[in-house]
DNA sequence: GTTTTAGTATACCGTTCTGTATACTAAATA
DNA sequence: TATTTAGTATACAGAACGGTATACTAAAAC
């Protein structure tokens, strides 16, 4: 059989995705990526020079629709700011009930892979958690919020407070008290 | 030569929590904890019954100690609540800046080990973190802060969110903005 | 003084890991 | 039509994995 490249490509990379989600990077194995995108793993090793080069295509790819996911939570809401941050939270919470939510990807890639020779991994991890922070940032100040870059980051410092409570204890309702907190940091910085 | 046991299975397990929290638990192997612990294989499993044994031995045996050391990063402070509050935070980016620091040990197991069946790190993690709220909760009341548990709960928020993007930014410098978030959370909830 | 205990040393088992090699096939391309 | 391309199928190399087996040793306990 022939393919299109991209194709096979993008199809390798979906199983890689799922996998290594689901499952964590080390407990996934090349074999298991292979077989699950139906291709050999000579296929596999044609289009990714190993193991660590699929790890950041992994994650490089997540970054992108990940993003726009988490600026579509902030955005659905038609009240005002404070309403729109909450709304974020309580998207968390949805999220959370479906059991192939796993928290972000991108921490967890961090927080498996800390001390292991992959540059690679903390990098596009730091600069997808960035674009979201400086994203909300941005938005904070149009939205006249003051000091709109310590807010931005005491909403990140929240968000990822928030997946990991969600994870440990298996309980979405966490995201909860993390809405209320949000709301309030943002409330107080609002013009009178 | 023959030791006492119980100093035997310390030193396996002072062995097991530094490879395991600095390398991640499946990127370490049994072998290099008994080396490391200057101990054979043999040893190491009268002692324990295998590797997911040791594993829940190890986060079993942080949780006292990291549980009194968050106390006590509160109690430290001679202020008032806010400002013990500030004070466990502050806290983070001092530990952060040691080079043997990688965040929360059960936080990183529970992410890490998604999707094994080894309920036990789950429960000792959650019962970990349970703790900590339940201390702050009660001390949040005792010096008179509103709505203790919801507060507790907005601080737990903010503790392993500032430890995720502390590690992830490879950056101490976001617990500052943790802790002004968490005194500004406290202070609303004083009395006047 | 004999037996139990807590070890060492070493070898091995079967499996899985990342990665490579060899040979073949069918579709697109020149 | 000949050649390149993108694959399949299969096997294997070399290491690391969790875990076990055998034989021996020295200290402690009865």
């Known amino acids: 059989m022939r393919g299109i490249p991209a194709e096979t490509r993008k199809r390798i990379l979906a199983a890689a995705t799922d996998l290594f989600y689901a499952k964590g990077i080390r407990a996934v194995g090349v ?20 193991k660590d080069d699929l790890i950041a295509a992994y994650l490089e790819a997540r970054n992108e629709p990940v993003l726009a996911g988490l600026i ?5 809401s038609s009240g005002g700011i404070a309403a729109q941050i909450e709304g974020l939270f309580l998207a968390f919470a949805r999220q959370a009930g479906n059991p192939n939510w796993h928290g972000c990807p991108f921490a967890r890639a961090v927080s498996e892979l800390r001390e292991t020779p992959n540059d690679a ?72």
Chains 1, 2 share one sequence.
């Open 31 to 50: 074999d298991a990526i292979a077989a699950a995108a139906g291709v050999t793993k000579r296929t596999l090793y044609l289009h990714f020079d190993g």
């Open 72 to 76: 579509k939570s902030v955005m659905r």
């Open 121 to 192: 991994v903390s990098e596009i991890a730091a600069r997808h958690k960035r674009a979201f922070e400086d994203w909300l940032a941005e938005h904070l100040a149009s939205h006249h919020v003051a000091e709109p870059a310590l807010v931005a980051r005491q909403l990140m410092v929240l968000v990822d407070g928030c997946i990991t409570q969600i994870l440990i204890h298996r309980d979405p309702s966490y995201a909860a008290a993390a809405a209320a907190a949000a709301v309030a940091l943002v409330e107080r910085r609002l013009p009178d």
